[in-house]
């Protein structure tokens, strides 16, 4: 079965000090794997995507996300976050041919100032 | 350019009545999808629509939820005899052909409430 797990419902981090924001998956053959950060009362907005190549992946905002293969991970990063990074982040995982997106639960990030 | 748009934005609804949500993809993206998205959950996929393909709807919870997409555009969900368990913000993305690389683009939810 394909999943997707974001071991932490929370996040807190203090602004300026680097972020991340854990995901790990399960899928067999080669992954497609997505971050998606969502704010209040806003749809989806696509920050980055790993399909191959450079395991380091850069995005939107300054994020960034590094594809472990060896530990089924793609964890988000920022090097200094700041207050306006405080949103809901979501993972997501799609294998060749399949169509289905499977979404992690979701990581609510906080920065505070 | 126009993003996806979905209508309305806030639906409040009796338990047993039917509701009908509606998404306009971002245009020429023959790909739309359907996610429902529960409080304090990840998103649930629920529909999937390629071009003039058929539809996959292995994500549907129940006979009471059905979609169609009307020439190629516009999609409507439909939740028949609805429950409070159907509460949730409905979310439809779309993408410019569907291959599994390509990056999906949200709308802004619908916002169901039955009561």
């Known amino acids: 079965a394909q999943s997707v797990a974001q071991p932490e419902d929370q996040v807190n981090v203090a602004e300026g000090n680097p972020l991340t924001v854990k995901c790990t998956y399960s899928?067999?053959?080669?992954?497609?794997l997505f971050w998606y950060v969502q704010y209040p009362n806003r749809g989806l907005q696509f920050l980055l995507k790993?399909?191959?190549?450079?395991?380091l992946v850069k995005g939107s905002y300054g994020f960034e996300a590094e594809f472990n293969k060896s530990q089924t991970s793609f964890h988000l990063k920022k090097p200094s976050a700041l207050v306006s990074d405080s949103a809901l982040y979501f993972c997501?995982?799609?294998?060749?041919?399949?169509?289905?997106?499977?979404f992690g639960s979701g990581t609510k990030l906080n920065v505070k100032p | 350019g126009a993003g996806v748009s979905q209508s309305p934005s806030n639906k409040v609804t009796e338990k047993g009545k039917d509701v009908e949500l509606r998404c306009d993809p971002i245009s020429g993206h023959t790909a739309l999808y359907w996610y429902r998205q529960s409080l304090g959950q990840g998103l649930e996929f629920l529909i999937y629509?390629?071009?003039?393909?058929?539809?996959?709807k292995s994500g549907l919870p129940s006979d009471r939820f059905s979609a169609e997409r009307t020439g190629g555009s516009v999609s409507t969900l439909t939740i028949q005899r609805t429950q409070q368990e159907d509460s949730a913000v409905y979310l439809c993305?779309?993408?410019?052909?569907?291959?599994?690389?390509?990056?999906?683009?949200f709308g802004p939810g619908t916002r169901l409430l039955v009561l």
């Open positions: 790993y399909i191959t190549g450079d395991n």
């Open positions: 629509f390629q071009g003039n393909s058929a539809p996959d």
């Open positions: 993305a779309s993408s410019l052909d569907g291959r599994t690389q390509e990056t999906q683009y």
């Open positions: 997501a995982v799609r294998r060749g041919n399949f169509n289905k997106f499977y």
């Open positions: 899928v067999s053959g080669n992954p497609y």
